[in-house]
């Protein structure tokens, strides 16, 4: 199968110029400036930009978690994401206590297989890593498996002791794995939650109440501090604020391998939504929660500085009917996560390039090149070269939409972004050289999809 993209604007993270694409066998097989060849199909890309698909190295597809599953599953998940122009995602699987590492992972091959719209790969959430398992680790790392999250916050359910951080630390970082830390104190969290319980503070505001910036900020000084003693490299997920990026630009002044993402809700939505009448507060219940509005202009500097070097969604959807009602009477039982892989592409295109705080190679390299290099999958992904894949967005930067639940294709009853108006929309998306969607529709197969065993970390 043949396919040319002509006429478009091709965009990566370093370059921007005009030339056709001719894709053969899912790969991009030549770059010419006008390409007079025969070709079984020809996507007209005038006006547009032609850019690397988007990768979202932070998923919950069919998460179990606060009583709930996250509302998306593989297959209406991806098929979400693609619409948006995302045609990678790594998710999260689960390791529970006393579980192996390997089975954990292959519990959620059996959830994603046959299901997925779009590429995909795993990360792993461990939980439980004695010496004895150190093995299975390292045996992941080698079969594609190469990154792992750790949790500070959550006691109880996902936490880990800082013996089990610089274990998980020390050994993948020798073997060219990569860790990804939730950095909060969920230990003086759940002394600071005890208290405003027990003061009748139930409402959904508390969620962000009980989570201050500094419980964020001391776990990224101590996730960096142990990775130090580790040797080992540190990705900080979900960062949603200026004291915990400081800790981040202090540790990469002195020249240590940090490395951080944020997402889009801590760059458009702030704390002042969790004020609204009634439990309607409870739609933006995550963790870290959204904070104070003057944050948001500075982790756009950290963004542009380089301090943070990822966009991600941390896509967790619930129903707000069904499933955030479990925390009417109290927060602590809200399901926290909220919905998001749809528009990553879309709000960073027109928050990022079209107000004018980075240019488009930047949001190109925020969306898709820099997880690829980070998560072991480039030139593979992220790049628009000869011999990548051709996951590849034609990207209209001046259509407009306005974002609802009405409109999106997840499957979840609310947006967290209900009504805002943006501009930059995927027109025609490419995953591996089959189109996933034309003019507004998937037409891809769900399955299509393929699992990608990701390199060692290499940066
Ligand atoms: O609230 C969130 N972020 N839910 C998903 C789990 C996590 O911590 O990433
Ligand atoms: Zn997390
Ligand atoms: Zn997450």
């Given at each position: 199968?043949?396919?040319?993209?002509?006429?478009?604007?091709?965009?990566?993270?370093?370059?921007?110029?005009?030339?056709?694409?001719?894709?053969?066998?899912?790969?991009?097989?030549?770059?010419?400036?006008?390409?007079?060849?025969?070709?079984?199909?020809?996507?007209?890309?005038?006006?547009?930009?032609?850019?690397?698909?988007?990768?979202?190295?932070?998923?919950?597809?069919?998460?179990?978690?606060?009583?709930?599953?996250?509302?998306?599953?593989?297959?209406?998940?991806?098929?979400?994401?693609?619409?948006?122009?995302?045609?990678?995602?790594?998710?999260?699987?689960?390791q529970?206590?006393?579980?192996?590492l390997?089975?954990a992972?292959?519990?959620?091959?059996?959830?994603?297989?046959?299901?997925?719209?779009?590429?995909?790969?795993?990360h792993l959430i461990t939980t439980d890593l004695p010496d004895e398992r150190v093995p299975e680790m390292r045996q992941l790392i080698?079969?594609?498996v190469m990154s792992f999250k750790l949790f500070m916050?959550?006691?109880?359910?996902f936490l880990v002791d800082d013996a089990t951080i610089y274990r998980a630390m020390k050994n993948a970082g020798e073997a060219g794995g990569l860790i990804c830390m939730h950095a909060?104190?969920?230990?003086?969290?759940?002394?600071?939650?005890?208290?405003?319980?027990?003061?009748?503070?139930?409402?959904?505001?508390?969620?962000?109440?009980?989570?201050?910036?500094?419980?964020?900020?001391?776990?990224?000084?101590r996730a960096?501090?142990i990775a130090e003693m580790a040797e080992a490299p540190v990705y900080?997920v979900?960062?949603?604020?200026?004291?915990?990026?400081?800790?981040?630009?202090?540790?990469?002044?002195?020249?240590?391998?940090?490395?951080?993402?944020?997402?889009?809700?801590?760059?458009?939505?702030?704390?002042?939504?969790?004020?609204?009448?009634?439990?309607?507060?409870?739609?933006?219940?995550?963790?870290?929660?959204?904070?104070?509005?003057?944050?948001?202009?500075?982790?756009?500097?950290?963004?542009?500085?380089?301090?943070?070097?990822?966009?991600?969604?941390?896509?967790?959807?619930?129903?707000?009917?069904?499933?955030?009602?479990?925390?009417?009477?109290?927060?602590?039982?809200?399901?926290?996560?909220?919905?998001?892989?749809?528009?990553?592409?879309?709000?960073?295109?027109?928050?990022?390039?079209?107000?004018?705080?980075?240019?488009?190679?930047?949001?190109?390299?925020?969306?898709?090149?820099?997880?690829?290099?980070?998560?072991?999958?480039?030139?593979?992904?992220?790049?628009?070269?000869?011999?990548?894949?051709?996951?590849?967005?034609?990207?209209?930067?001046?259509?407009?939409?306005?974002?609802?639940?009405?409109?999106?294709?997840?499957?979840?009853?609310?947006?967290?972004?209900?009504?805002?108006?943006?501009?930059?929309?995927?027109?025609?998306?490419?995953?591996?050289?089959?189109?996933?969607?034309?003019?507004?529709?998937?037409?891809?197969?769900?399955?299509?999809?393929?699992?990608?065993?990701?390199?060692?970390f290499?940066?």
């Amino acid at each position: 199968m043949k396919t040319i993209i002509k006429n478009g604007n091709i965009v990566t993270a370093v370059d921007n110029y005009f030339a056709d694409i001719l894709i053969e066998d899912g790969k991009v097989a030549i770059i010419g400036a006008k390409l007079h060849m025969d070709a079984d199909q020809f996507i007209d890309a005038a006006d547009k930009l032609v850019i690397p698909g988007g990768i979202d190295p932070h998923t919950h597809m069919e998460l179990p978690f606060g009583g709930a599953s996250s509302s998306d599953d593989f297959k209406t998940g991806t098929i979400a994401a693609a619409h948006g122009g995302t045609t990678t995602i790594i998710d999260f699987a689960v390791q529970y206590h006393g579980e192996s590492l390997v089975e954990a992972v292959d519990n959620w091959h059996k959830k994603a297989e046959g299901k997925t719209a779009i590429d995909y790969g795993f990360h792993l959430i461990t939980t439980d890593l004695p010496d004895e398992r150190v093995p299975e680790m390292r045996q992941l790392i080698s079969e594609g498996v190469m990154s792992f999250k750790l949790f500070m916050a959550y006691p109880g359910v996902f936490l880990v002791d800082d013996a089990t951080i610089y274990r998980a630390m020390k050994n993948a970082g020798e073997a060219g794995g990569l860790i990804c830390m939730h950095a909060e104190n969920g230990v003086v969290i759940n002394e600071i939650i005890k208290h405003a319980l027990a003061e009748g503070k139930t409402a959904p505001k508390y969620h962000a109440l009980t989570r201050p910036t500094k419980a964020e900020a001391e776990g990224v000084h101590r996730a960096i501090a142990i990775a130090e003693m580790a040797e080992a490299p540190v990705y900080i997920v979900h960062l949603s604020c200026s004291d915990a990026l400081d800790e981040v630009r202090e540790a990469r002044d002195l020249g240590l391998p940090t490395y951080a993402e944020t997402c889009p809700q801590y760059l458009f939505l702030d704390y002042s939504l969790y004020e609204r009448e009634g439990f309607e507060g409870a739609k933006w219940v995550m963790t870290p929660p959204l904070r104070e509005k003057w944050n948001q202009e500075k982790l756009w500097q950290g963004l542009k500085g380089n301090d943070l070097q990822v966009i991600s969604t941390d896509h967790c959807p619930f129903c707000f009917k069904e499933q955030k009602e479990l925390g009417r009477d109290d927060f602590t039982k809200i399901p926290n996560g909220g919905p998001g892989v749809e528009h990553r592409m879309s709000l960073i295109y027109n928050g990022g390039v079209a107000e004018g705080r980075i240019d488009v190679n930047r949001f190109v390299e925020l969306t898709s090149t820099a997880a690829a290099k980070l998560f072991g999958l480039f030139p593979r992904k992220g790049t628009i070269a000869v011999g990548s894949d051709a996951d590849i967005v034609v990207f209209d930067p001046n259509e407009e939409m306005v974002l609802s639940s009405a409109t999106h294709h997840m499957n979840v009853d609310y947006s967290a972004y209900e009504g805002m108006k943006i501009r930059g929309a995927a027109k025609t998306v490419l995953s591996r050289g089959r189109i996933v969607i034309e003019k507004g529709e998937y037409v891809g197969r769900p399955g299509d999809g393929e699992f990608l065993k990701r390199g060692t970390f290499s940066m």
